[in-house]
């Protein structure tokens, strides 16, 4: 019997001195093991940056890129794609869209195509008349409207929430009325007011209310001048700046 417990003794110890040698080595190597170098990625300096967490203002489709005059306004939410042209003097405001990707957009001199409007053309007209959407200079287009393979010659005023089918025709020195829609092939002959669902003659125009239509977009075109002007890169928003550090107690 004490043969049998000297023998498990002597096991015991041995195991423990074993495991407290193995422990130690262990411990050792943790501390003396050299950490491995952080690999710095560089990024290449060709490489091009696109945001694609934001909107995109020029979308180019295939072989088509949107044209945009050096003093043409175009609101930073304004999506233009395809095969459309802003011309010199003209705006775009804010959540306009224009789609170019069927036919040709073209916003003429001194046009402005106000908050939320939807340009588009179409592959054909119906009609036979051209599938593109001209908007001609002088052209002031209200707020929410819709305008798809449309003619609208020089001086006209296109109301707001107003709709223009498929080869409709506007006349030059015309007026349509808010809410208005022109079916597909309808034309609003020069010097007349129109309005209505679907489009009907009210009365002709006064000379004094066509000398007001182009007065009208030259008038936008220079409060488009005040929106312009803060996207250059030398703005008035450093004045603000300013402000705020002079509030805080930061020297300016």
Known sequence: ????????????????????????EAAL????EVPKPKLAVTPSPDRVKWDYRGQRQ??????WLPKVAVDAYVAPNVVLAGQVTVWDGSSVWNGAVLRGDLNKITIGFCSNVQERCVVHAAWSSPTGLPADTLIDRYVTV??????????IEPECIIGQHSILMEGS?????????AGSVVPPGRR??????WGGNPARFIRTLTNEETLEIPKLAVAINHLSGDYFSEFLPYS??????????KSLGITV
């Open 1 to 24: 019997m004490a043969t049998s417990i000297a023998r498990f003794s002597r096991r015991a110890v041995t195991y423990n001195l074993i495991h407290r040698c193995f422990a130690a």
């Open 58 to 63: 020029i979308i180019p489709l295939g072989q």
């Open 142 to 151: 209200g707020a929410y409207s819709l305008l798809r393979s449309c003619t």
């Open 236 to 245: 008035t928003v450093y004045l603000e700046v300013e402000k705020f550090k």
């Open 29 to 32: 190597a943790t501390k003396t």
């Open 188 to 193: 609003i002959p020069s010097g007349e007011l």
């Open 169 to 177: 025709l506007v006349e030059t020195r015309s007026i349509l009325e």
